[in-house]
């Protein structure tokens, strides 16, 4: 059980165009998801938290127009990474936190990531 | 801040040493404790957690104890496996981070046969 998906997992786009990745928690309902950046040999950097039915809240020094983040439902989060450019590939990550009481709060499931090449 | 210091990589050692893996932490109040595996190719995976003082947690042959008095979250295995080569992560989450998880800088692992 607690298994999180990511599409793609890995995507190859040309400068100027825009990306959506997908994270799905498959066997569980999940209020909160997160968004990580990871570059190579560091560690993973939190963008931003996504409530479902609310706006995310970005962490400092995180562009909201251009990291677009929308939670539809209690399985589903999206992150779409608007006007690409070289300096944004990296490998980005999404965590879910499973509802309250199910089992503890402070309990995240990752997905496996997708590697983002931007021409 | 909170926030986690863990030891630089990359580790090499060889199939059956012991390994220790230091964590440091930095946190307002009493965080929970944890350890995540990154194997290659995959995405994070939960090792062990602790969530109070002298709580020891451990998963497959790994332990680490919850040391409020030294602030240190250490990871040790008495004999590593070839298949133990991965990236460790130590993390905490607590109420001051509004139970966002924050990550160390992570330790490559690599295990000779």
């Known amino acids: 059980g607690a298994v999180v998906s990511q599409h793609p997992s890995w995507v190859i786009c040309k400068s100027g165009t825009s990306v959506k990745i997908e994270c799905r928690s498959l066997?569980?309902?999940?209020?909160?998801m997160f968004w990580y950046r990871q570059f190579p040999k560091q560690s993973l950097m939190l963008m931003a938290t996504?409530?479902?039915?609310?706006?995310?809240?970005?962490e400092q020094g995180v562009e909201k127009d251009k990291f677009l983040i929308n939670h539809a439902s209690l399985t589903l989060s999206t992150l779409t990474v608007t006007s690409a450019h070289p300096e944004d590939s990296s490998f980005y990550i999404c965590?879910?936190?499973?509802?309250?009481?199910?089992?503890?709060?402070?309990?995240?499931?990752f997905g496996p990531g997708t590697r983002l090449t931007v021409l | 801040g909170d926030s986690v210091t863990q030891m630089e990589g990359p580790v090499t050692l060889s199939e059956e040493a012991f390994l220790t893996i230091n964590c440091t932490y930095t946190?307002?109040?009493?965080?929970?404790l944890f350890w995540y595996v990154q194997y290659p190719g995959e995405g994070l995976q939960l090792l062990l957690k602790?969530?109070?003082?002298?709580d020891k947690g451990s998963n497959k042959g790994f332990e680490a104890t919850y040391r409020k008095e030294t602030t240190s979250f250490h990871l040790e295995k008495g004999s590593v496996q070839v298949s133990d080569s991965a990236v460790y992560f130590c993390?905490?989450?607590?109420?001051?981070?509004?139970?966002?998880?924050?990550f160390g800088s992570g330790t490559r692992l690599s295990i000779r046969p």
């Open positions: 965590s879910a936190r499973p509802a309250q009481g199910v089992p503890s709060t402070d309990t995240q499931y």
């Open positions: 066997d569980f309902q999940a209020t909160t």
């Open positions: 996504s409530n479902e039915g609310s706006k995310a809240t970005y």
């Open positions: 946190a307002t109040g009493y965080p929970s």
């Open positions: 602790a969530t109070k003082a002298d």
């Open positions: 993390a905490l989450s607590s109420y001051s981070s509004a139970s966002k998880i924050i």
